[in-house]
């Protein structure tokens, strides 16, 4: 047991920063990184479509689901692996692993976002937007003004769910070898070749540290907000 405690400090460092030092950040830093990156991507962009599919329905919201029930359709490693062959392409050079991850994700949790932020502007009554304008207000201001920021506070817990899922996902760097945290720790444990129980327990403990503090974390905002 001790031994195994032994393997993890003496690696430490590294399963919390990487090379970070020398300009290539790796560990729970690059988890973060990603998953902070990708969640400010696809939250700001899922609201977007979502408010494009409230407004206007018919084809529109028609090809906004469409586009939506493919992503969520596919597995998530299909699209890291899309991405990491297409973008080069359409770049005409290489991408960094960590970046095309990070795009990978937020097109994917978009998807997610976009559904679920339309179901709680859908779940609003109708009288608030007839309200509304009824009082001037325009298209965009009812919107942003009176309809979104209930519909946030009411999808929190969903919105929670699909970040937290968002930060998991970030293991799936390992298969095209971007050194987030479950690849460094895949790594530790190749390179020591024992006690592998120790080090992949201390990923899952610390896999498990950074979605409750990330829902402990939005239960404090939610309970400092004023009731709408």
Known sequence: MLAGLTVITDNLDYL???????GQPGGVLLTLLMAFGAAALALPAGIALA??????????RNTLYLWAEIIRGIPLIFVIFWL?????LITGGDLPGALTVTLALAWFTTAA?????LAGLRALPVGQYEAAQAQGFGVLQTLGWVLLPQTLRNTLPSLLGIFISLLKDTSLAFIVNVPELTTVAGQVNNRVQ????AIFVFTGVVYYLLCCGIEQLAKRWQFSQPAL
Do not use: K, Q, T
Request: charged share 5%; no cysteine; hydrophobic share 60%.
């Open 84 to 88: 990491w062959y297409l973008l080069p």
């Open 194 to 197: 024992i006690y592998p129980a």
């Open 113 to 117: 976002v976009m559904h679920s932020v």
């Open 16 to 22: 919390l920063w990487g090379r970070a030092a020398a």
């Open 51 to 60: 408010g494009l599919a409230w407004r206007f329905p018919g084809a529109i």
